[in-house]
């Protein structure tokens, strides 16, 4: 698929995290696949192999951002308030080799065609994308003509996107978000897909009941949703935290850049330490892209602001300059976790042979200074090297 001016690439001598830590290794790259990691790894003279020094310099597997608004969020203060589409580079430097595409609220101008269509351009410029079908809203927008069959047809597809608690929504019945588990569950099995609800969760004070209705009223398991945003208040991460104890995911959006951001990364960090739940379950995204508008009690608008997905690197510095988390718990977050999360973790969110070669490599300071995805260098000294069709 993507051209490289070298099939092999050596990284030589970088302090590797898979992400558990591995140690000062040498990784090779064949084509778009991590081939070798070992400690002073052999280059035969036949071989034309491109040599790159990182030591001093921290390896990690590509972030995984499951939540982005490829195509724009927003037309919640109308037209002029809808958020154009996402560029290549703006992923790319933010380190995110694989991302997950979703609408919002508006399924009226935005659809999934839509954004399939820019998931398979992100596919064809070098970065691995996938996408939910549905929006905020039931019924849900669809390719197909059903949630069952995009899941189970569509290749980029991985589950459905729906609202709760969230005066935006659709006020779904039980009945209704059952009947879509169930449509999402059985075109995962069909297509072979994890077949997540991803569940966007609002400011509404019923939080998580509808998923928890769901669950104890029919047989879906809790494992079929995901749930986001659920870090936006203090009682909603305490009801989350319950979830994860019962077996469930959530995802947590990284915190905006704010004059709080840091304050409120160590208060996430403190609950989810403290609450002792197994951080495996926990992911965390970017709603990059997305509009955030501020309602006030009376559900009138009264700001705007869009989400960044350079707050998924952030929010890890954060976490591990702060000593809140280790940097391999911290990395799981955006790496291991959502990859197993969308059943990916053969090729994705770890380092180990034969995986994909995405590939970010962090300075000392956790800085961004290099990007690979699919083996490709895309981002040199935090500079984008290669850029999307139209930048
Ligand atoms: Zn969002």
Redesign the pocket.
Known sequence: MMKHSFPFTLLRGGTLYAPQPIGVKDLLIAGDRIARMGESIDIPKCLEVSVVDVSKKIVVPGFIDL?V?LIG?GGEAASASRVPEIPFTMLSKAGITTVVG?L?TDNLTRCPQALLAKVKALCAEGLSSYMYTGSYHLPSVTITGSVKGDIALVEEIVGVKVAISDHRSSQPAVAELARLASEARVGGMLGGKPGIVHV?VGEGSHGLDPILAVIEQTEIPIGQFLPTHVARSASLLKQGIEFVKQGGYIDITAPRDSLKWEEEILSIAQTLQESGIDLSRVTISS?GN?SLPQFDKKGALIGMATGDVASLGRTLKGLVKSGSLPLPQALQLITSNPANRLGLSAVKGHLWEGADADLVILDEDLRIDKVFAHGRLLVDVGEAVVRGTFE
């Open positions: 939540h608004h969020g979703t919002g966007h709603d997305g």
